[in-house]
C-alpha cells in the first residue's frame, strides 16, 4: 500500500525535524518546509495527502499558505499556533484550515489528530450515504456537497463532518464532548474550542439560522426554515 504523504511546514527546525520523525516513524512518507512561499512550493511539487501547518511563518504566514494550497486543491490542514486567541483561530478555520493543535504539544497527540482527519478526508461513500434533507438545508455525504436553499456553500472535511452529524439528528441537542468524539475522534480538554470555532464557521458560509447553540451544553441543528 503506497505511503500517506504529509507535508510538514514549520519553521523552527527542532520541531519541523521532530514531526517529521515521529510521522515517519508512523509509516508516512513525509518532506518538511521552513518559510512559506517553500511550503506552497513543496504542496505543488508532493501533493501531500496532509498539511501540518505553523501559523507563524517567515515570508508570508500560514494563514496566507493556507489560502493559497486550498486554492489549488482541497486537502486536509492541522494548524501549529503558538498563539491561543479565538480570532487567530477562526481566520486559520475560515481559510480552510481544519484542526489545530497548540504548542506545545504531545507528539502523540498530534499523530492521533493527523489519523483523524485523514480517515474523515478519506473515507469513502456508502449505501447508507444518501442525501439529508433538514428544511432548505441539503447534506450529501455522497458527493460531499452540501446546498441550502439551492446555493452550495465550500466546507472543509471538517466542518462537512460536523455538519453531517447534527443534520442526521436533527434538533437533539449534542454536547461538545459527544460531537468531538463523535468527529473528531479524540477528547482533549481544549477540544471543545476547536467545536465552537467550527460551527461558527459553518455559520459564516451557511447564514444564521442553521445550528442553535444551547448554552452550556452544545448545539442542535434547527434551520429556521425546517418544519
Known amino acids: 500500500m503506497e505511503k500517506r504523504r504529509i507535508a510538514v ?6 520541531i519541523a525535524d521532530s514531526v517529521a520523525a515521529r510521522l515517519r516513524a508512523e509509516g508516512f512518507e513525509v518532506e518538511t518546509a521552513g518559510d512559506g512561499l517553500a511550503g506552497v512550493e513543496l504542496c505543488r511539487r508532493f ?19 493556507c489560502r493559497r494550497i486550498q486554492r489549488d486543491r482541497e486537502l486536509p490542514v492541522l494548524m501549529l499556533t503558538a498563539r491561543d486567541s479565538e480570532t487567530d483561530l477562526e481566520v486559520g478555520l475560515a481559510v480552510g484550515a481544519d484542526d489545530y493543535v497548540t504548542k506545545p504539544f504531545s507528539s502523540r497527540e498530534l499523530v492521533a489528530r493527523v489519523r483523524a482527519l ?9 449505501a447508507e ?5 433538514v428544511g432548505g438545508l441539503v447534506v450529501d ?5 452540501v446546498t441550502r436553499d439551492g446555493h452550495e456553500a465550500h ?11 447534527l443534520a442526521q ?6 454536547a461538545r464532548a459527544r460531537l468531538l468524539e ?7 480538554a481544549a477540544g471543545e474550542r476547536t467545536v465552537d470555532s467550527h460551527v461558527r464557521s459553518i455559520r459564516r458560509k451557511l447564514g444564521p439560522g442553521v445550528i442553535r447553540t444551547v448554552h452550556g451544553v452544545g448545539y442542535a441543528l434547527d434551520t429556521e426554515d425546517a418544519a
Open 129 to 133: 450515504d444518501v442525501p439529508v434533507r
Open 9 to 14: 511546514i514549520e519553521d523552527e527546525a527542532t
Open 155 to 165: 466546507l472543509t472535511p471538517t466542518e462537512f463532518e460536523l455538519l453531517h452529524r
Open 169 to 174: 439528528s436533527p434538533h437533539v441537542v449534542f
Open 182 to 188: 463523535q468527529v473528531w475522534g479524540h477528547r482533549v
Open 47 to 65: 501533493r501531500p495527502d496532509l498539511v501540518v501547518l505553523d501559523l507563524m511563518l517567515p515570508g508570508i504566514d500560514g494563514l496566507e499558505v
Open 141 to 145: 455525504p455522497s458527493t460531499r456537497r
Open 118 to 126: 485523514l480517515r474523515r478526508a478519506g473515507r469513502a461513500p456508502t
